[in-house]
């Protein structure tokens, strides 16, 4: 009877399953993933059940899925598929928001590997700052696949709690006058051919600078260029929904199954979510900065709180931009020129996981 | 901002300050208070709940 060989650890995992499930179901915190995951957290801490090991079902699903990376590339195509690029290309030059919001992923990756962490668990571990669930799960399933599920679900929990994270931190580093910068509308037009021209120019200028990160850029672009093309609709529905509903299904139970007792309950998954929180923290602090910095080059033009949204978090990040603009300054509409930054977070994750792989590579650590 | 049209939370003819919300947005799946830029009375209102708005889109005028 399994029964008899149930351990304390188990309990313990089934717990933290059930708290899973309790905050996707609950409490609606990105339950598409919750629920897989918690469910799969409970039925691979069942003794004698062997799930995970050789034959088992999700075994199967995350050998063939995860070790593989296929499933989070998957996802990389129903993202590209469903985003609209064009505020950032309204907005050019908001792109290089979304460039500081990475920096929190090299500064947590030298502060893993103070801490005493192999160097590619420092990888996974520090890409928790993409704030990007698929790119995190991609990079943590090439270099470091045991530390997966701690990984995932710092990536996941972080990027739902971003509306408590980053206030504190926006408030902090502006000045009262910075927070009631109000900004002007600039919007230009967005011609089709741009639109379709940009998956195609970016997924080669990217690839070209970071070849590593080739297949997560290629296959968002690729769904990109099919949504704006407008001549494959039915493969752009496909990959927007049967395929990322098919595989977000499979790459949460897989992601859940890593979450043995054994595996999971260690002080090593308790420094990934400590530092998975500095990374994101690290991010709106850079971010920020770096807008106080456009902000004085362009003498004052620039609301240097958008510079929180240039993560990935999407649109997450920009609401919260919009609400704190607000607040110190009602007649303030933030929101537009926060999703332009938002955006280009959303491909700035994706090419620094790229540039920092690379870099990794040239050095000759992966 | 691009959005749609919530509700609107004064009448024509209602005396309005500074930073009152005169209506109420959804954008991005939230909703955005649109306040007074200046003290005054509500002339006309352009728009009705549930209209799509652009950019630069007048919603209302002040006198």
Not at chain 1, 134 to 153: D, R
């Amino acid at each position: 009877m399994g029964l008899s060989h149930l351990e304390a650890g188990q309990v313990l995992m089934m717990l933290i399953g059930s708290l899973l499930l309790y905050l996707g179901i609950r409490r609606g915190f990105e339950p598409l993933l919750l629920l897989p995951i918690g469910f799969g957290a409970i039925l691979v801490n069942i003794p004698q059940a062997e799930l995970m090991e050789e034959g088992g079902v999700l075994r199967f699903f995350y050998d063939t899925g995860i070790l593989t990376e296929v499933f989070p590339i998957l996802i990389f195509i129903g993202i590209g598929a469903m985003t609209d690029f064009q505020p950032l290309l309204e907005n050019p030059k908001i792109i290089l928001l979304g460039a500081a919001g990475q920096f929190g992923i090299f500064l947590t990756l030298l502060l893993a590997l103070a801490l005493g962490f192999d160097k590619l668990e420092a990888v996974a571990v520090a890409i928790i700052g993409a704030c990007d669930g698929p790119t995190a799960i991609y990079v943590s399933s090439k270099y470091a696949p045991h530390l997966l599920g701690a990984v995932s679900v710092a990536a996941y929990s972080y990027m739902s709690l971003v509306p408590l994270i980053q206030p504190p931190i926006m408030r902090l580093l502006t000045t009262e006058r910075e927070k009631k910068i109000v900004m002007g509308i600039e919007k230009r037009p967005v011609s089709k051919t741009t639109k379709i021209l940009f998956p195609v120019v970016v997924t080669i200028a990217a690839s070209l600078i970071a070849p590593l990160g080739t297949p997560l850029i290629g296959m968002v672009m690729l769904g990109n260029l099919m949504r704006e093309s407008g001549v494959v609709e039915r493969l752009k529905n496909a990959s927007e929904n049967e395929i990322t509903n098919i595989v977000t299904l499979l790459l949460g139970l897989s992601i859940g199954a890593t979450m043995e007792a054994a595996k999971f309950l260690r002080v090593e998954t308790l420094m990934v979510l400590g530092l998975g929180f500095i990374a994101i923290s690290l991010d709106t602090v850079m971010g920020v900065l770096f807008g106080k910095l456009m902000c004085f080059l362009t003498g004052g033009r620039i609301n240097p709180l958008i510079g929180a949204a240039g993560i990935s978090a999407f649109p997450m990040s920009a609401r919260v931009v919009q609400v704190e603009g607000q607040r110190y300054n009602k007649k303030n509409y933030l929101l537009m020129h926060a999703l332009s930054a938002n955006a280009s977070g959303q491909i700035g994750s994706i090419v620094a996981a790229g540039i920092m792989l690379s870099v990794l590579k040239g050095m000759g650590i992966v | 901002m691009v959005g749609k049209i919530l509700r609107i939370e004064k009448n024509v003819g209602d005396r309005v300050d500074e930073d009152d919300v005169v209506i109420v947005m959804e954008a991005m799946k939230m909703e955005i208070p649109v306040v007074s830029p200046a003290s005054g009375l509500i002339k006309v209102i352009k728009i009705s709940p549930g209209q799509a708005v652009e950019v630069g889109d007048l919603l209302a005028e002040i006198e």
